[in-house]
């Protein structure tokens, strides 16, 4: 099985059976389209490239395929009944905890928090009803994870105390572990829910852009009003320092209008954060400039982090 596909000016070939990757030129990769359904003469009557070009190409392709490296054979295709007939096991769930947000992000993919449609909050019932789902599909693995997202999870916090209870009855009877993780913006964190926090949740995410400029500017407050970046830093540098450092991380989105990124990361640690992770927006496919300039940056940025570390 072939996959081709063209990204950032590279013909990509990839032969999915072998795990092999190649990047190839256009005779080659227009070679490779027709090399098994037509023989070499028709694809010379078919492709405008010299007769050389195409015939070296061929060759090339042929070669590869002996080694192995291109249209191997799918040497686990007998198993496939087999392992449709297998009972599918679930090992982790994302729980979509609330359907509401406090904040107005910019880039989120609910239209800065309005979701243009009706805010909602989910039940106990659900939640314990998702927990049941998880156990009875899990099979024999011991250890589930459960990650409590929206919106924003605090906004339901009552409802997330509930859902860990019922989630630390099932364990011993059914023989499991939930490792839980708590995903937030920051803004309702207290310290109720940072004990809870420290108690129960296996690893805690927590959203930030970087630099107050850049924070606030794709992070604002609902009302537009206030600082961000001035409510929820404390309390990330408490809860860090509760959990010693480990089991969580701040996690910022970065986009065009900070493709110097690097100045956030390092922010973030020189406000004394162990553990940063940045991702980049998602642009639709029509604004593929703007992802190949974000790519590029991406590598700079990298660059730059690395030789300062």
Do not use: W
Not at 26 to 49: C, F, M, P, Q
């Amino acid at each position: 099985m072939i996959h081709q596909y063209k990204n950032n000016g590279y013909n990509i070939v990839m032969d999915v059976c072998s795990g092999a990757i190649h990047v190839v030129d256009d005779v080659t990769y227009d070679v490779i389209a027709l090399y098994e359904e037509k023989s070499l003469e028709e694809i010379e009557n078919e492709l405008s490239y010299s007769k050389e070009d195409i015939e070296e190409a061929y060759k090339e392709v042929t070669s590869l395929k002996e080694e192995g490296l291109l249209f191997t054979e799918d040497i686990y295709e007998d198993y496939i009944k087999e392992v449709k007939s297998r009972k599918t096991v679930v090992k982790a769930l994302c729980l979509h905890i609330a359907h509401d947000c406090n904040l107005a992000c910019r880039y989120c993919f609910a239209e800065e928090g309005e979701y243009k449609g009706h805010r909602e909050l989910m039940s106990a019932k659900v939640g314990k009803a998702a927990l049941d789902f998880l156990v009875a599909n899990s099979g024999n693995r011991h250890n589930l994870e459960v990650d409590f997202f929206g919106g924003e999870p605090t906004m339901n916090f009552g409802v997330v105390k509930e859902v860990v209870e019922y989630g630390r009855s099932l364990e011993e009877k059914h023989n499991k572990h939930f490792r839980f993780t708590l995903t937030t913006n920051g803004v309702l964190l207290n310290d109720e829910i940072m004990e809870f926090a420290n108690k129960e949740m296996d690893n805690v995410v927590l959203s930030i852009d970087g630099r107050k400029e850049v924070n606030d500017r794709m992070r604002p407050t609902r009302n537009h009003a206030g600082s961000t970046y001035d409510i929820i830093v404390p309390k990330y540098k408490k809860i860090a320092d509760s959990r010693n450092q480990e089991r969580y991380y701040v996690r910022g989105t970065f986009t065009h209008n900070n493709l110097d990124f690097s100045k956030d990361v390092l922010h973030l640690a020189n406000l004394g954060f162990k553990e940063i992770s940045v991702e980049p927006v998602v642009a639709p496919s029509s604004h593929m400039q703007l992802r190949k300039k974000i790519y590029q940056h991406f590598l700079m940025n990298m660059t730059s982090l690395q030789r300062k570390s």
